[in-house]
């Protein structure tokens, strides 16, 4: 599984981007997919998770402001990020595994380069 990441940028507080996360690789319908932030001196934080079955979970610092969702023929996930806050700026990156793999509490494989998101006051 081969995951490449886009959209990032710099924004100001209040306003909203959109990441991408382009997949490739035939097991995609079966994985679990997440995005996943780190800001310098920080822990990697999850952001948002979508299940192979579409449900979907989120961190409470981001829940009403980010969507995370997948477009199954494109094989591509997405990160919906609007109200965009100082705190927010971090590397993003995508993270992919198997739903089996992740609900016996094993970590996620599969991951993107990051890309960079930058928000101002």
């Known amino acids: 599984v081969r995951l490449v990441e886009s959209g990032g940028g710099s924004v100001q507080a209040e306003g909203s981007l959109r990441l991408t996360c382009a997949v490739s690789?035939?097991?995609?319908?079966?994985?679990?997919m997440a995005w996943f932030r780190q800001a310098p001196g920080k822990e990697r934080e999850r952001v948002a998770t979508?299940?192979?079955?579409?449900?979907?979970t989120y961190a409470d610092s981001v829940k009403g402001r980010f969507t995370i969702s997948k477009d199954n023929p494109k094989n591509t996930l997405y990160l919906q990020m609007n109200s965009l806050k100082r705190e927010d700026t971090a590397t993003y990156y995508c993270?992919?595994?198997?739903?089996?793999?992740?609900?016996?509490?094993?970590?996620?494989?599969?991951w993107g380069q990051g890309t960079q998101v930058t928000v101002s006051s």
């Open positions: 690789g035939n097991t995609y319908n079966y994985y679990c």
């Open positions: 993270a992919a595994e198997a739903c089996v793999a992740v609900q016996a509490g094993r970590p996620y494989g599969h």
């Open positions: 979508i299940h192979s079955d579409g449900r979907t």
